[in-house]
């Protein structure tokens, strides 16, 4: 069943920035409505498939890192995975012909905040790159992204990598049932102001299944209007980009794909695939390295 919210319209003789402010929020409402109606709750079969995709997800994360090093190329470095995925793992890589995407993973490099076409450039001594996975495996989908830092590189560029993936696991720890997704973008925002670092706006987390882009979107600012309760079995990507500088980006509209810092300050991204559960929530895409610093299970408190 569709659900329909109607709202009489104002009188036509009132000022036409009311109208045209009543007009938005009627839009805004009317979207939030028909987000709810199309999340998906996952049923056992579906969370186990799920788990064992966020799984090799994170597998091919942890098998990449001791080849992120100066002098490989960010080509060289997609070959690898696409083998590993395929070969290693007989899964699927979602991001290959996605829309037209021409590779296997997206690498962002520096100032690039993400969708890092891979190609000929070298790595460099001092470079932070992420590396964005996402697999299929029958027919379900894992979405996983980790910084790497390459060599040594500026303070600022640790305390901007660090602070993101703190800002991920609070966001995280924020998930439960009966909580509202609206506290992701409350907590990231926190984290990234009182480090002085900005939040990417024009991109956001996303639901996922056996969809790669399901409802509902995860924003990562705040504030920001997309509330929404949750429930147990919604399965969906936390995915925060912080910026050094402005939260404004820009599209490489040669590509159509790579986005970059609108001030070509660096930025970072850590990302993960969750699952709501009774008490909380489960990280699907957890890497072993990080089974202390945030645990697979999270418990609401």
């Given at each position: 069943?569709?659900?329909?919210?109607?709202?009489?319209?104002?009188?036509?003789?009132?000022?036409?920035?009311?109208?045209?402010?009543?007009?938005?929020?009627?839009?805004?409402?009317?979207?939030?409505?028909?987000?709810?109606?199309?999340?998906?709750?996952?049923?056992?079969?579906?969370?186990?498939?799920?788990?064992?995709?966020?799984?090799?997800?994170?597998?091919?994360?942890?098998?990449?890192?001791?080849?992120?090093?100066?002098?490989?190329?960010?080509?060289?470095?997609?070959?690898?995975?696409?083998?590993?995925?395929?070969?290693?793992?007989?899964?699927?890589?979602?991001?290959?012909?996605?829309?037209?995407?021409?590779?296997?993973?997206?690498?962002?490099?520096?100032?690039?905040?993400?969708?890092?076409i891979p190609?000929?450039?070298?790595?460099?001594?001092?470079?932070?790159?992420?590396?964005?996975?996402?697999?299929?495996?029958?027919?379900?989908?894992?979405?996983?992204?980790?910084?790497?830092?390459?060599?040594?590189?500026?303070?600022?560029?640790?305390?901007?990598?660090?602070?993101?993936?703190?800002?991920?696991?609070?966001?995280?720890?924020a998930?439960?049932?009966?909580?509202?997704?609206?506290?992701?973008?409350?907590?990231?925002?926190?984290?990234?102001?009182?480090?002085?670092?900005?939040?990417?706006?024009?991109?956001?987390?996303?639901?996922?299944?056996?969809?790669f882009?399901?409802?509902?979107?995860?924003?990562?600012?705040?504030?920001?209007p997309?509330?929404?309760?949750?429930?147990?079995?919604?399965?969906?990507?936390?995915?925060?980009?912080?910026?050094?500088?402005?939260?404004?980006?820009?599209?490489?509209?040669?590509?159509?794909?790579?986005?970059?810092?609108?001030?070509?300050?660096?930025?970072?991204?850590?990302?993960?695939?969750?699952?709501?559960?009774?008490?909380?929530?489960?990280?699907?895409?957890?890497?072993?390295?990080?089974?202390?610093?945030l645990?697979?299970?999270?418990?609401?408190?």
């Amino acid at each position: 069943m569709e659900i329909i919210f109607l709202i009489s319209s104002p009188p036509s003789d009132v000022y036409p920035a009311v109208r045209h402010y009543f007009f938005l929020n009627f839009l805004l409402i009317n979207n939030l409505i028909k987000m709810m109606s199309k999340v998906i709750i996952k049923n056992s079969a579906q969370i186990e498939k799920m788990r064992i995709a966020g799984k090799i997800a994170a597998e091919v994360i942890e098998m990449i890192a001791p080849y992120v090093k100066a002098g490989v190329t960010t080509q060289e470095l997609d070959d690898i995975m696409l083998k590993f995925i395929e070969e290693d793992r007989h899964a699927i890589s979602a991001c290959l012909g996605y829309h037209g995407y021409p590779k296997c993973t997206c690498i962002s490099v520096n100032e690039v905040v993400c969708h890092g076409i891979p190609g000929n450039h070298k790595l460099h001594n001092g470079d932070i790159v992420n590396i964005d996975v996402t697999v299929i495996k029958d027919g379900m989908h894992g979405d996983t992204s980790k910084m790497f830092i390459v060599g040594q590189t500026s303070p600022r560029n640790h305390q901007l990598v660090k602070v993101t993936q703190e800002a991920l696991y609070a966001a995280i720890r924020a998930m439960g049932p009966n909580r509202n997704l609206v506290e992701a973008g409350r907590v990231i925002q926190q984290i990234a102001n009182a480090n002085n670092f900005s939040v990417v706006r024009d991109y956001c987390g996303h639901g996922i299944g056996e969809g790669f882009h399901e409802e509902p979107q995860v924003v990562h600012y705040y504030p920001n209007p997309y509330s929404l309760i949750l429930k147990p079995g919604m399965t969906f990507t936390i995915e925060p980009m912080l910026n050094a500088g402005t939260w404004k980006v820009k599209i490489n509209h040669k590509d159509g794909w790579t986005v970059t810092t609108a001030d070509k300050q660096p930025s970072a991204q850590f990302e993960h695939t969750i699952l709501i559960t009774e008490t909380g929530c489960e990280v699907l895409t957890l890497r072993a390295e990080e089974e202390e610093t945030l645990g697979r299970y999270i418990t609401c408190k």
